[in-house]
């Protein structure tokens, strides 16, 4: 096929699947939490209750779009379409399967990690432009917690590249023919997991928005579709981590040969979508200062002594 | 830490748990005979209207819901003209149910009385007034009642001895 036109049919793939996960995940997320509370969720709309879905977006699309007159109006506007932009592009770096990427970066790790960084600009900027105490103190929140996991965000993925030999992540997922990274670098998995969660500030490390602390955090004074474009973010930036995961630690799109790659690709991203939902349900929210000090006292240094731990032993096997 | 794992699995197995949910139009939940729902106006076992207009429903009731007016009929039989019950505003407490003397006010275990137009709330007393004796069997107000109506006098109710004279000497 043409180069071009193959590009051109994976970006839309990779696109279209995406807004349309982040809507089914409304519906997955609320079934899914009903059932682990013994509960049977929204089982009436449509079958096994999927209409919910269009109901909803009906339904945000024709609230009022409403920006208090004392927010500051431009900054207030932009806020939400960052997260789903940077969400997006952090997205392009991603390979689904044998060469479906939309871009083959030889750098893609620090590509990511940079985009998901960018994210920060939309929770910042929203609590900010708000003018309001309950959406600055979200933003506040957003900035220290982003602050204090992505340093180490960064340094737990080291161990996967040094085993890899690169930052590219396609030849990343094919290093992991022999081995998933997930056994040697175990330590690196799971601190990249508690990172990503606090990074997309989903439960249990949502202090940002916090509902029970400060309304809702920093959107508190969105509306309308503003809300609803950060709830997009919100899923896409979780597909995002789960799809990090899974590329990283979980050799991404192999398996068994008979089943699709895109297919396997979406199927372990699923899983860990999943994952993350049950954490959301089983895990209580951590007070502030204890989040901030795990990260700091306990993340931080993990995540070097498996850096230099897996530095020395690649040097070792390499003698 | 290990706390933690520990309760994302039992949270976990609650997925193959029994549901907690009533899926309501197709199943009921149980309600109990005691139930406090939709108020009905009972009658005593020969037919007659068990209600003697006294208001004390009314009075006792706490949002003032009821509306009744008295009449008498031939007899000197006391029933309501009218009796009116605002079900928009009952609390089903069931204070008219204890304060009434004669049973004829009861609470029956039915809250399906959704309306789409405020004003068929407003319960007559055509809508209220049942042919049965609702949750109290036997009670006949006016023949344990020591009152004298029209076919019965003085002393000639159940358990009721005739009148003495005061004036009288003899034992
Ligand atoms: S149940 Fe309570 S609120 Fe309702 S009519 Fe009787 S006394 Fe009034
Ligand atoms: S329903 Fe009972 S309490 Fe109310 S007026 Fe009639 S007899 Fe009296």
Redesign the interface.
Known sequence: MNPTLQTLAVTLGILFTLLHVAAVLIWVERRLLA??????GPNRAGPLGLFIIVADVIKIFTKEDWIPPFADRPLYVIAPAIILLTALVGFTIVPVGPGMVVLDLNIGILFFLAFSSLGIYSTVLAGWASNSKYALIGGLRMAAQMFSYEVFMGLSLMGVVILAGSLNLSEIVEAQRGMWFVLPQFLGFVIFLLAGLAETHRLPFDLPEAESELVAGFHTEYSSMKFGIFFVGEYIGLTLIAAMIVTLFFGGWLGPAWIPAPLVFCFKTFAFILFFI??R???PRPRFDQMLSWGWKYLLPLALINLIATGALVLIRAD | MLSLIKSLWLVFLHLFRKRFTIQYPEEKAYLAPRYRGRIILSRDPDGGERCVACYLCAAACPVECIALDATEDENGRRYPDFFRINFSRCIYCGYCEEACPTYAIQLVPDFEMAEYNRQNMVYEKEDLLIDGEGKYHGYNYYKVAGIAIGGKDKGEGENESSPIDPKDLMP
Do not use: F, G, T
């Open positions: 059932l682990l509370q013994d509960r049977l049950l954490m349900a089983a895990i």
